[in-house]
């Protein structure tokens, strides 16, 4: 059994610090500690609740800085992009406390004159929660705000190379006024963390993971009648039709494509172009990644900075061989880069099947399969074609067509002319073998509630 963690700069492959993991005592210590904090936190008014997030939405602001360069040391992610996170944390919570009141409302159907029905959002209790690298905060945030503002107590099991991350979360919640405990980090191993399901005061799990080990955890807490959520990632088509307007649609693809070094659940992994202007698309896109900046992400004027772990790396690198050695065609990168960090070029193929790694799974790094379609019906089919289901991109000139075909795309999200993206005001989640359930919006503040019926009859 491990005893602690380390924590690993990935642009230079320089040890950052070490971190202890909690053996069974000192988990015991963490559950109880939000329990208790539930027991007061459930029963506070919304007021309270939304005055916390706010000094929250503060607090992050106030240590933006050294937050965004934490982030960026862990994993890698451009401090400009880092920057940026951090901003669309404070956002996020800013957004629950304004909307807070409306979002837990009651709601009163309409039970005509057989007496009084009232349908209120009560919090269930101490949830559990398993959360990637790729977003050391928003990943975290976008899951806790929702849950806590409906009354609910967080423990957070975050990813190995981000607890630094991890615990200056836990002092943003502590400095924020919260009840102490309320929101703790489990950081332990993998059977202690998954034990915590069977414990009753641990009432559910939300997951950001791999299938694997989403459908392990799903079942265990089936094992026990617990409710899951699960976010799973995806390989998202980004299609691209005839009528497209180009130069748009070629700039949201980069982005969507090699954002964060390609590594985000909803990044455009499967680039569907259709075959008449198959061409010149793949033409300008191969030339837009070509400029794409590489290096140090603690500058600036960097674009794109390392990718979060050398494993991760040499996954990637070993799914684009595998594809090549089906018959896809390398355009552009496809070599591990000499040097220290776990740095990967833009990597861009073409003539790509659906049977290739590069499609069939999930290619969490900076690499873009694009593939052509002969129709918009074509699109959507290729689209589909894939075991993951969480979102899609659909571009095209005429709009009221592409709302229309949207609804035949197998995913839990659809932008038209527009690149995937989380937001608070809307759900995310996914169809397939993506997971199920949302966060975000209302829904993702009611997942973990009881929605309680109180019918008063006179």
């Not at 806790?144 to 975050?158: D, Q, R, T």
């Amino acid at each position: 059994m491990r005893t602690e963690a380390i924590s690993i700069n990935p642009a230079t492959g320089a040890e950052i610090a070490r971190y202890p993991m909690l053996d069974g005592p000192a988990l015991e210590q963490r559950v109880a500690a939000a329990s208790v904090a539930f027991a007061d936190w459930r029963t506070s008014d919304i007021k309270r609740r939304s005055q916390a997030f706010r000094r929250l939405a503060d607090t992050l602001d106030a240590r933006h800085e050294t937050l965004a360069r934490l982030i960026t040391l862990e994993m890698g992610k451009p401090i400009t992009a880092a920057r940026a996170e951090v901003d669309k944390c404070a956002w996020l919570a800013r957004w629950y406390a304004d909307n807070l009141i409306d979002l837990l409302a009651d709601e009163t159907p309409d039970v005509g004159g057989d007496g009084q029905a009232v349908v209120s959002y009560r919090p269930l209790g101490v949830v559990l929660a398993v959360m990637p690298w790729n977003f050391p905060l928003w990943q975290v945030l976008r899951a806790a705000v929702p849950i806590m503002c409906a009354g609910n107590g967080f423990l957070l099991k975050h990813a190995d190379n981000v607890q630094g991350s991890a615990w200056a979360l836990a002092e943003c919640f502590e400095a924020a006024g919260f009840p102490p405990g309320l929101f703790g980090v489990v950081h332990a191993d993998r059977a202690l963390v998954t034990g915590l399901l069977a414990d009753p005061r641990i009432v559910g799990v939300t997951v950001t993971a791999g299938v694997t080990a989403g459908a392990a955890l799903a079942s265990e807490a089936g094992r026990h009648i617990k409710k899951s959520l699960l976010e799973l990632g995806g390989s998202d088509p980004f299609i691209v039709l005839a009528d497209a307007d180009l130069d748009r649609a070629v700039a949201a693809a980069i982005d969507a494509r090699f954002q964060n070094c390609g590594q985000v659940c909803i990044a455009a992994k499967r680039i569907i172009v259709a075959a008449p202007i198959m061409e010149a698309f793949v033409a300008r896109f191969v030339e837009a990644a070509r400029v794409i900046r590489i290096g140090d992400p603690l500058d600036p004027a960097t674009d794109m900075g390392p990718m979060a772990r050398v494993r991760a790396r040499a996954e990637l690198d070993d799914q684009v061989r595998r594809s090549v050695a089906m018959g896809a065609r390398v355009l552009l990168g496809g070599e591990i880069p000499d040097g220290p960090g776990s740095y990967y070029p833009p990597t861009v193929l073409v003539g790509v099947t659906a049977d290739m790694p590069v499609c069939a799974e999930e290619t969490f790094g900076p690499v873009a399969a694009i593939m052509s379609a002969a129709d918009a019906e074509d699109a959507v089919r290729i689209g589909n074609d894939s075991v993951f289901g969480l979102s899609a991109a659909l571009w095209t000139a005429d709009v009221e067509a592409g709302t229309r075909l949207a609804l035949h795309i197998e995913a839990g999200a659809v932008f038209v002319n527009g690149m995937s993206a989380s937001d608070p005001r809307v759900p995310i989640g996914g169809v397939k073998q993506s997971g199920y359930g949302r966060e975000l919006s209302h829904f993702g503040l009611r997942e973990f509630c009881n929605a309680q019926l109180r019918w008063v009859r006179p």
